[in-house]
């Protein structure tokens, strides 16, 4: 399984970006995909993650601003981001895997390269 993540970069305070996630190889063994971030200095932590059925769960920080959603026959999920705040700067990384580990926040199996989101006037 291959993670390809696109679609970061600088935006300022309230801003939108949406970040994608294309998943090429045995995608039958994906059943989340999840969006971990990793501001500078801190370690990596879960923000939002769906399953194949589509049901997302969103970190308190992020809710009502972030949306995830995806799309099975293209293979593919976007995180869209909303009203960005500098505390949403990061390296954004897409994940993926079973349930349990992507929504429990240890993250599946497979990771994709990470996206530089900078939000700054």
């Known amino acids: 399984v291959q993670l390809q993540a696109s679609g970061g970069g600088l935006v300022q305070p309230g801003g939108s970006l949406r970040l994608s996630c294309e998943v090429s190889?045995?995608?039958?063994?994906?059943?989340?995909v999840g969006w971990y971030r990793q501001p500078s200095g801190t370690g990596r932590y879960l923000v939002a993650s769906i399953t194949r059925s589509g049901s997302a769960n969103y970190v308190d920080s992020v809710k009502g601003r972030f949306t995830i959603s995806r799309d099975n026959a293209k293979n593919t999920v976007w995180l869209q981001m909303n009203s960005l705040k500098p505390e949403d700067s990061a390296v954004y990384y897409c994940n993926a895997g079973s349930d349990a580990a992507v929504i429990g926040g240890t993250g599946g199996g497979y990771w994709g390269q990470g996206t530089q989101v900078t939000v700054s006037s």
């Open positions: 190889g045995s995608v039958f063994s994906i059943n989340a």
